[in-house]
T-cell receptor, first 114, second 114 residues
Framework: NAGVTQTPKFQVLKTGQSMTLQCAQDMNHNSMYWYRQDPGMGLRLIYYSASEGTTDKGEVPNGYNVSRLNKREFSLRLESAAPSQTSVYFC?????????????FGQGTRLTVV | QKEVEQNSGPLSVPEGAIASLNCTYSDRVSQSFFWYRQYSGKSPELIMSIYSNGDKEDGRFTAQLNKASQYVSLLIRDSQPSDSATYLCAVNPMIYNQGGKLIFGQGTELSVKP
């Protein structure tokens, strides 16, 4: 099983450029998440989608937009990249209907904005 | 106040000792609690989940939950150098079957010295 797949794995952007991070899961999960991870900050929630058709802001949504394209796919868009958005981005999914659910993570996207 | 707080460490223990990792959370309605391990440059992976007050044991790992004190801990017995990683506490404040968001602490870096 592929699990959660993120693309790309690495990306360098110039300030002001835009890009979309792609995420797809094949576990039939309802909930999907985007996190960013900076040194010493743990994982901070950017946006999440509890189910297909819904999205909600997390802790650090400014400068980002998301689209829950269908049950499998959840994309994160940076409209005008800034150096402060240099980070490692993780997509995750879970099935909130299962009380023993865990979140499964993609391999991460290392983004550098110069 | 951050919703989930951990001591950032680093926590250093000798091989064979017990490592104790602590986490507090602010949302009293939180229902699900998780400990993830993250090796450098890798994605987080689930170690333990706990939902009820008390202890839950799995091999060398024991998770402890005290909802009254809003406190979760992870004990690692007989610590091994391979346990050296960052440990992330995560809390899901969801009401069962209504979805929710997974919030992480900043992580505690554990170093096990041979």
């Amino acid at each position: 099983n592929a699990g959660v797949t993120q693309t790309p794995k690495f990306q360098v952007l110039k300030t002001g450029q835009s890009m979309t991070l792609q995420c797809a899961q094949d576990m039939n999960h309802n909930s999907m998440y985007w996190y960013r991870q900076d040194p010493g900050m743990g994982l901070r929630l950017i946006y999440y989608s509890a189910s297909e058709g819904t999205t909600d802001k997390g802790e650090v949504p400014n400068g980002y937009n998301v689209s829950r394209l269908n049950k499998r796919e959840f994309s994160l868009r940076l409209e005008s990249a800034a150096p402060s958005q240099t980070s490692v981005y993780f997509c995750a999914s879970s099935d909130y209907r299962d009380p023993n659910t865990e979140a499964f993570f993609g391999q991460g996207t290392r983004l550098t904005v110069v | 106040q951050k919703e989930v707080e951990q001591n950032s460490g680093p926590l250093s223990v000798p091989e064979g000792a017990i490592a104790s990792l602590n986490c507090t959370y602010s949302d009293r309605v939180s229902q699900s609690f998780f400990w993830y391990r993250q090796y450098s440059g890798k994605s987080p992976e689930l170690i333990m989940s706990i939902y009820s007050n008390g202890d839950k044991e799995d091999g060398r790992f024991t998770a402890q939950l005290n909802k009254a004190s809003q406190y979760v801990s992870l004990l690692i017995r007989d610590s091994q150098p391979s346990d050296s990683a960052t440990y992330l506490c995560a809390v899901n404040p969801m009401i069962y079957n209504q979805g929710g968001k997974l919030i992480f602490g900043q992580g505690t870096e554990l170093s096990v010295k041979p």
